[in-house]
Every structure is written in C-alpha cells, then in structure tokens.
C-alpha cells in the first residue's frame, strides 16, 4: 500500500528565455517577450510529492519536517529572489524554462530522499501554466 505525501512551496524568481548562441532576432522570434534583457519576474508555486510505503512504527512515508527542510534548502534558498540566469549556477547554460526548472528541481530534491521514495514535482510559473516532471 502505498501513500503520497504533498507539500506546497514558492520562490519569487527573475529570468529570461534565450539561448546565447542565437542572434537577437532568433531568440525574439522563439521566445518574444520572455527574451527582454531587462527579464521579468514570476510568482513560481511548486508542489513536492513524495509515494512510498507507511513505515509501520511512526505511521509517516516522510516525516513533513524533513520535506519541509529539503525544500527549504534545495529550492527556496537556492531560487528565491534569485536572477536565475545570472546567480544560479544550474542555468549558466541552461536556459530557464519552467520544463527546465522542474528538471533542476527534481534532480536536487531526488539525491536528498531515500531511493525507495518516489518523487514527483508540479511547477506553476502562472497560475495557468504549469509543468510536471517525475524522473520518467
Ligand atoms: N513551454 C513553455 N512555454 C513558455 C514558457 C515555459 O517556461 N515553457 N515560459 C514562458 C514565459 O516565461 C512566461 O511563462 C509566460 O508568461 P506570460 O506571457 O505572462 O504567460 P501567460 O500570458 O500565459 O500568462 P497567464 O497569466 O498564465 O495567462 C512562455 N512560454
Ligand atoms: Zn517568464
């Protein structure tokens, strides 16, 4: 039997959409506004959820707190007001699409949980659009 365990998470976060090895014309073509070299900012959501089984002592699949402090420190102080192009090192040369973010995301949150443990994430960059990444 197994059970997932949710928890809700936001960071604030600047980028732009663009590859360096286009022109200027290119990335505008591709990626229009979201190509300003001034960025722009969102309001980024996620959803982190977390499948296993219930450990039959303390009735939990993941103790919530310690959710909570992988969450803390692999995304919120990592993206969190940050310029994600600029400051976080995981989109030097990656450019920051919400698809890609998930990615980075998950990757840091799968190598601080049990293998045993599956892992799914949910990354809204609007409250419309969103993306969904389970290491699949
Ligand atoms: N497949 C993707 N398409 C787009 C992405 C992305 O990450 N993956 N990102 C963007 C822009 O960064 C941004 O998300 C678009 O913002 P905005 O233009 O404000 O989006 P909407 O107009 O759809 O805003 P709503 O408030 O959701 O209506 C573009 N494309
Ligand atoms: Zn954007």
Same mark, same amino acid.
């Given at each position: 039997?197994?059970?997932?365990?949710? /928890?809700?998470?936001?960071?604030?976060?600047?980028? /732009?959409?663009?590859?360096?090895?286009?022109?200027?014309?290119?990335?505008?073509?591709?990626?229009?506004?979201?190509?300003?070299?001034?960025?722009?900012?969102?309001?980024?959501?996620?959803?982190?959820?977390?499948?296993?089984?219930? *450990?039959?002592?303390?009735?939990?699949?993941? *103790?919530?707190?310690?959710?909570?402090?992988?969450?803390?420190?692999?995304?919120? *102080?990592?993206?969190?007001?940050?310029?994600?192009?600029?400051?976080?090192?995981?989109?030097? *040369?990656?450019?920051?699409?919400?698809?890609?973010?998930?990615?980075?995301?998950?990757?840091?949150? /799968?190598?601080?949980?049990?293998?045993?443990?599956?892992?799914?994430?949910?990354?809204?960059?609007?409250?419309?659009?969103?993306?969904?990444?389970?290491?699949?």
């Amino acid at each position: 039997m197994k059970v997932t365990v949710s /928890r809700k998470a936001h960071f604030n976060a600047a980028h /732009r959409l663009y590859r360096k090895d286009w022109s200027f014309e290119k990335n505008d073509a591709v990626f229009g506004k979201c190509n300003n070299p001034n960025f722009h900012g969102h309001n980024y959501e996620l959803i982190v959820s977390v499948t296993g089984e219930i *450990d039959v002592e303390t009735g939990y699949v993941i *103790d919530m707190k310690i959710l909570k402090e992988i969450i803390k420190i692999e995304v919120e *102080d990592a993206f969190d007001h940050k310029n994600l192009n600029v400051e976080v090192p995981e989109f030097k *040369d990656l450019n920051p699409t919400a698809e890609n973010i998930v990615v980075v995301i998950y990757n840091k949150m /799968r190598s601080k949980l049990a293998s045993h443990l599956e892992l799914e994430i949910t990354l809204f960059e609007t409250p419309r659009n969103f993306v969904t990444y389970s290491g699949k």
